[in-house]
């Protein structure tokens, strides 16, 4: 049988000739694709074929990404892998009988059957999961009796680095139709979640002593993970769309490694979308300008994205109708703001995706994707620390993406998600507007993701200015606490603790409890405000 059409473009490039373009990868295209490549056949420890998921023409007409050794610290770059693994490739030599490997047999797993019930395509709610979900079986032989592409006696052995070649085709295809990467070589592999990759990364890119730049306000355990190996963040300024180019610059090109104690940042870690802690999302045009500056000052970018499915139309007030839902899978994908990778043209955005916030954080299963020099040192790392995520997570996530809803169904699912977190947002500025004392606290609506900022004018205290900045902050902090709440301090998010200041800021989330939950607890969080300072009721 022939191979399945591929979709081109002619562009011409003389006046004699024209070379081909295949157009980008859409839903529809998947099965072609997937025709073209063969049934796909992977064992135990098997490698996946990279090219083939990517299509093995579809980015030949695209530059490779630069070459970044000047990058990679004399770890990473001496890093040899796994020898063992590396024999894997001989596995698929037909007749061989392997005494090689330490794979245990599959007949010593005491599991026959894996089961679970989940959504049906369309029907997500918690309820409609509980009374219509579908079963879905995963066997031990599936693979062998001809049933099934992935089973237990495959996903329950040792793995690849890089993580099954069945999920890793998956993620390949998603990270295609939604991003679109400009250059030829870019790669995925899997991780156990973006902290674990975020560790990894700062293990390639930097040395004891090194600056990495971050939000002035960003994730703690980032700065809780580069501290030990002694590494700084360096705090670049914001504002309402988060990270600013234009600071992001200032301290680049004004940089004194002496007064400052060590080399300039070569690394920027952000989180563009949902930010955490401060729920900004920089819009497309922040996006190109901090790529600029990441060009001009040969800085790679760490793009830690798990809120990017989380957003949402713009807050319009509390009696405001609830907004449409996409009408399709394009308008969804289109209404997304560009990532730092759909931009990328030189190989310099490493990003970071996650099951975690959008199907369950317990899967601890992610991807990165980056050039395949980069990917290649990652999966030489994991090899020999991490190894792959957790066989039994993938086999259950593969039965779900794949063989359950597809790209279509996992694209609905992310719509019924934002749609969801878009109500609880909603709830919680509703009750902000409703319980808060506006006197001294703002805020701006959160446009992704899962967290509301809160400011505080301080210096509206009546203790102050004899009580500092962080001394009004615990008492408030406490106060909320008696009083039944939790808020998050914004000092626990500074990116360098050793910076000057001069705002104060709590952080929310409307990411767990019920709508009366989240009303009762900004009410007693406004509370808590009006008794420290002393305001009327």
């Known amino acids: 049988m022939p191979p399945a059409a591929i ?25 072609k694709r997937r025709t073209a490549a063969g049934k796909l056949i992977a064992g135990v420890a098997a490698l996946g074929n990279v090219e083939a998921f990517k299509g093995e023409t579809q980015h030949l007409h695209k530059p490779f990404a630069k070459r970044w050794d000047h990058h990679l610290n004399p770890e990473a770059r001496a890093r040899k892998g796994n020898r063992l693994k590396g024999a894997a490739v001989y596995l698929k030599t037909p ?16 599991f026959d059957e894996l089961s679970f019930k989940t959504a049906q395509v369309g029907h997500y709610t918690e309820k409609e999961v509980h009374e219509d979900g579908v079963m879905v079986t995963a066997g031990k032989h599936d693979l062998a009796e001809d049933k099934g592409l992935f089973d237990i006696a495959t996903a329950f052995n040792y793995g690849q680095g890089c993580g099954s070649a069945q999920l890793l085709r998956f993620i390949y295809e998603h990270t295609e139709i939604v991003h679109q990467p400009k250059y030829r070589d870019w790669q995925c592999t899997m991780t156990i979640g973006s902290t674990s990759a975020l560790d990894m990364c700062l293990r390639m890119f930097t040395q004891r002593g090194d600056f990495v730049l971050a939000e002035e306000y960003t994730f703690s355990a980032a700065v809780e993970t580069a501290a030990p190996m002694g590494v700084r963040m360096v705090g670049v300024g914001m504002d309402d769309e988060g990270l600013l180019a234009e600071s992001m610059d200032e301290i680049l090109s004004n940089w004194d490694e002496k007064a400052r104690g060590g080399k300039k940042p070569a690394l ?40 990017y499915y989380l957003q949402m139309a713009p807050y319009a007030g509390p009696d405001a109708p609830e907004a449409a839902p996409p009408k399709s899978h394009e308008e969804f994908l289109s209404a997304l703001v560009p990532s730092f990778l759909s931009l990328d043209t030189d190989g310099r955005v490493v990003r970071m995706d996650s099951f975690s916030k959008v199907v369950s954080p ?3 299963i992610g991807w990165i994707t980056a050039p395949a020099q980069i990917v290649d040192r990652y999966g030489k790392h994991a090899d020999v620390s991490t190894q792959s995520p957790s066989g039994m997570s993938q086999l259950i996530m593969y039965k779900l993406l794949d063989e359950t809803w597809g790209h279509q169904g996992y694209l609905d699912w992310l719509i019924h998600i934002r749609m969801e977190y878009t109500r609880r947002r909603n709830v919680m500025l509703a009750a902000c507007d409703a319980h808060l004392p506006k006197e001294v606290m703002s805020w701006k609506a959160p446009m992704a993701g899962m967290f509301h900022w809160l400011q505080i004018d301080y210096k509206k205290h009546p203790d102050y200015p004899n009580k500092s900045i962080e001394d009004i902050e615990e008492s408030i902090f406490l106060a909320n606490i008696a009083n039944g709440a939790l808020a998050m301090k914004g000092t626990w998010f500074y990116a360098d603790d050793e910076a000057e200041h001069d705002t104060m800021f709590f952080r929310t989330t409307y990411a767990a409890a019920p709508f009366d939950k989240i009303k009762e607890g900004i009410k007693r969080l406004g509370d808590a405000v009006r008794h420290e300072f002393k305001l009327a009721a």
Do not use: C, M, W
């Open 268 to 307: 920027l870690y952000t989180v563009p979308t949902g930010q955490n802690p401060t729920g900004a999302t920089q819009s497309a045009a922040r996006r190109r300008a901090v790529y600029e500056v990441a060009q001009k000052h040969d800085v790679i970018i760490l793009e830690d994205e798990p809120y």
């Open 95 to 110: 007749g061989l009988i392997s005494l090689g490997g330490g794979l245990p047999s599959s007949e010593y797993f005491p």
């Open 362 to 364: 317990g899967s601890r």
């Open 7 to 31: 979709d081109v473009d002619l562009v011409a490039e003389t006046d004699t000739s024209a070379i081909t373009i295949p157009n980008p990868l859409t839903l529809d295209g998947i099965s």
